[in-house]
């Protein structure tokens, strides 16, 4: 019922966690839209780090937990990057004439999340955690 | 991922996306799917019936295309999407800038 991963902050990273909790959440009997879901908002959330995170000590692997229990699918990320509250990015409003394509991924995140929650982590750093919609 | 192109009309391709466009792939696709359908001087639709997931990365290319074809008074029109793609491209709201459509048909019709 819980898929905890380390993962380094490369895309390689991403696309090993991609495919761990793919299988992992086939293995569950989770549903494939929310599974789909699940995979999508991992991705988010990782490229966002590799994209823009700043590291005050660093880049240390990212802790990936996921949760399936009773029917809700969790999911927490902790990472040791500089603070960043994903719940007060600014949206991304795509038009043809902007040029602006940052924060898309995080208005995406927030559209497939239930509930979204941040906080600091013990030694400082950040703790994501959210409900994936079903 | 891959990408297919077919000429439909003189003025218009249809691109068949195939696979997943995402973080991890869309390096793969990048330079050549911008060449077919940005410096294509057509408009184009494309079919999204085998494109298994689509994320904000993969939105980022669609959208830079579609931006590039508007200014040169062309059209990017999808059809055929999937649930989950059709889910993402939703949540953005970006029925304005990449509209998606049932079908080939309709998205032909919408480029006028």
């Known amino acids: ?134 | 991922m891959r990408f297919e192109v077919v000429e439909i009309s003189p003025a218009a391709n249809k691109v068949i996306l195939v696979g997943r466009l995402d973080a991890t792939t869309v390096g793969q696709v990048e330079t050549g799917f911008t060449a077919a359908v940005a410096a294509s001087g057509r408009s184009a639709v494309l079919d999204l019936t085998e494109l298994a997931f689509l994320s904000s990365l993969g939105i980022r290319l669609l959208l830079s295309s579609a931006r590039v074809v508007s200014r040169r008074g062309g059209k990017v029109v999808l059809f055929g999407a999937q649930p989950m793609v059709a889910e993402v491209l939703e949540a953005m709201a970006l029925e304005e800038v990449l509209p998606l459509v049932p079908t080939e048909a309709e998205a032909v019709a919408r480029l006028g």
Request: proline share 7%; charged share 20%.
């Open chain 1, 1 to 134: 019922m819980v898929l905890r991963l380390e993962v380094p902050v490369s895309l390689a990273g991403l696309a090993a966690a991609q495919e761990a909790v793919e299988a992992w959440a086939e293995s569950q009997d989770v549903p494939p839209a929310q599974a789909l879901r699940l995979r999508l908002v991992t991705e988010e959330l990782l490229a966002n780090l590799i994209e823009h995170a700043t590291w005050p000590a660093g880049p240390t692997p990212a802790r990936l937990e996921v949760v399936w229990r009773d029917g809700v699918l969790s999911l927490a990320l902790e990472d040791a990057a500089a603070p960043f509250d994903p719940r007060h990015a600014p949206a991304a409003v795509p038009s043809l004439e902007g040029e602006a394509v940052g924060g898309l991924g995080l208005a995406l995140v927030r559209r497939m999340a239930q509930r979204l929650d941040y906080g600091r982590t013990e030694a400082g750093g950040n703790r994501t955690s959210l409900d994936i919609r079903a």
